[in-house]
């Protein structure tokens, strides 16, 4: 029995690492088989340069909304006026709708007297873009001005429909927490990348993507905007795909308790969207199902695993060493990671801030498939600083 419990336990610990070792190495191996370049076509007449539209939903976001809106302005210019912008106030009570009718010359702007969320605020936007290119960024989001033009190059491949940017925290030394979530999305570029390069990328990131215009769709309450657009953009039959040269800057959270509500968020607005496309997501081929399984499914699902293959290896303790020695095996692992977590030491600290992270995103998919529909949130304050972060 002892060999059957020890058998189940590495299953389920490698099922858990799966879409952090296994899967990119398995993309790396796959784009050494059958690489999918991208057809890069020729941008230089201008008759056929494509127009884009930027489109920007913010709540209380006074602290960084006159940076993005300059920011903006900078790129438009420097776009030749290429660059329609859109704005949408979701009911903000701390001056954010002031500070945004100073542009009002410059810029399109929808103002809402109540907090409907992001979604509302997308969809109601829907319906005054003329750009034949969709730019979705975040309102705290500093981009280079040469980004927005580098999209070109993408979209002259006709079958692409969502292009990804690449963001960059810019604090990732502030604290464990923010080097943890830094770190976390380096290797998220990764696997993105790797994505791209064998066919299609597995949803795209808000602080920045692109869809064509005759993509865009109404987005469900509730659901994460990137993921449901750009998961629909591959159901639609185009390609996703990552942008390195399309970059996106700004900070990741440095406190662990918003870093924790913020995944809780994520993991809800996440599984949402999955509820919401599966019907069309399971008809997909069968790489982009390996792809999305593996980098989506399996990752939710992260806390149950590690916690059956403990189960397991816990179970293997107990009939090869009975279940007094077990339980102070475990008791005392447990504790020295408690021990080195409250010490600071930081390979123990590192460990904690991901199994919380794993366990927020539990609290999500729980809430999600409970009903849950989270719309609206609080912007977290150690991501939105008045300071230039680019």
């Known amino acids: 029995m002892a060999g059957i419990f020890c058998a189940l336990a590495a299953l389920f610990f490698l099922i858990a690492c799966h879409p952090f070792l296994t899967y990119p190495l398995s993309l790396r191996l796959l784009r050494l088989i059958r690489p999918r370049p991208l057809w890069r076509g020729s941008t230089g007449a201008a008759a056929a340069a494509p127009t884009f539209a930027v489109c920007v939903c913010a ?4 602290s960084v909304i006159e940076r993005t809106l300059r920011n903006l302005l900078a790129a438009r ?20 709708a002031e500070i945004a009718r100073r542009y009002v010359d410059q810029i399109d702007l929808v103002l809402s007297l109540d907090n409907r969320g992001k979604n509302h605020g997308l969809n109601r936007l829907a319906d005054r873009i003329r750009g034949d290119i969709v730019i979705l960024i975040d309102a705290n989001v500093e981009i280079p001005v040469e980004a927005f033009a580098n999209l070109r190059t ?31 999305w380096r290797l998220e570029e990764r696997i993105k990348q790797l994505e791209s390069d064998t066919g299609s990328v ?12 005759e993509c865009y769709q109404g987005i469900p309450s509730g659901a994460a905007d990137d993921m449901y657009l750009s998961l629909a953009v591959l159901c639609d039959g185009y390609r ?20 924790f509500r913020r995944k809780v968020r994520i993991g809800c607005q ?3 969207a999955h509820l919401a496309l599966w019907p069309r997501l399971k008809s997909l081929d069968a ?15 992260t806390l149950l695993t590690l916690g ?12 090869l060493a009975g279940f007094p020695a077990a339980v102070v095996i475990g008791v005392g692992s447990s504790a020295l990671l408690w021990l080195g977590w409250r010490i600071g030491f930081p390979p123990f600290t590192l460990i904690v801030d991901i199994l919380q992270s794993f366990a927020a995103t539990a609290i999500g998919v729980w809430r999600s498939l409970n009903g849950t529909l989270v719309g609206t949130w609080e912007p977290a304050g150690s991501v939105r600083k008045p300071e230039e972060i680019g």
């Not at 597995?202 to 215009?213: F, K, N, Q």
């Not at 790489?287 to 699902?301: A, E, G, P, T």
């Not at 059956?308 to 009939?319: D, I, P």
């Open 270 to 272: 996440g599984f949402s």
């Open 77 to 96: 210019e420097a776009m030749n006026g290429n660059l329609q912008i859109l704005l949408y106030v979701d009911g903000a009570t701390d001056g954010t």
């Open 59 to 62: 709540y209380n976001e006074a």
């Open 202 to 213: 597995m949803g795209a990131d808000g602080s920045l993507y692109a869809v064509r215009r």
């Open 240 to 259: 996703v795909v990552r942008a390195g040269d399309v970059r996106a800057f700004e900070r990741t959270a440095a406190d662990p308790r918003e870093e």
């Open 154 to 184: 993408y979209f002259a491949d006709p079958t692409v429909g969502c292009v990804c940017g690449h963001l960059t925290f810019v604090n990732a030394a502030e604290t464990v927490t923010s080097m943890t979530g830094s770190f976390y």
């Open 287 to 301: 790489l982009d199902i390996y792809k999305y399984v593996s980098h989506k499914l399996f990752r939710w699902f």
């Open 308 to 319: 059956l293959s403990a189960v397991f290896a816990f179970a293997a303790l107990v009939v």
